[in-house]
């Protein structure tokens, strides 16, 4: 799959006032219409702050262009960083 359009996650004010940096990796599944579904966190950048869940609702926002076999668009696993 390729990227079509990529949202950048919101940080957080209270991840920001608390100096929390890093990544948090993601594991999804990009559909056969572009979309994507069933996103989860394969490592956590923090539980308390809200960055792991803005990394989900940026990752479910973006849009792909779908992953194909035999020239069909078919379901993809990614993970995201």
């Known amino acids: 799959p390729g990227v079509i359009s990529e ?3 919101r940080y957080t004010v209270e991840a920001r006032r608390a100096g929390v940096e ?3 990796l993601l594991q999804a599944v990009v ?3 572009g979309s994507v579904s069933r996103v989860k966190v ?5 539980t308390e ?3 792991d869940e803005e990394a989900i609702k940026a990752v479910s926002a973006w849009r792909f262009r779908p992953g194909t076999r ?6 993809v696993q990614i993970s995201v960083e």
């Open 70 to 75: 035999g020239g069909q668009p078919v379901p």
């Open 42 to 46: 394969l490592r956590s950048l923090d």
């Open 49 to 51: 702050f809200g960055l």
């Open 31 to 33: 559909e056969v219409d």
């Open 7 to 9: 949202v950048k996650p």
């Open 22 to 24: 890093g990544a948090v």
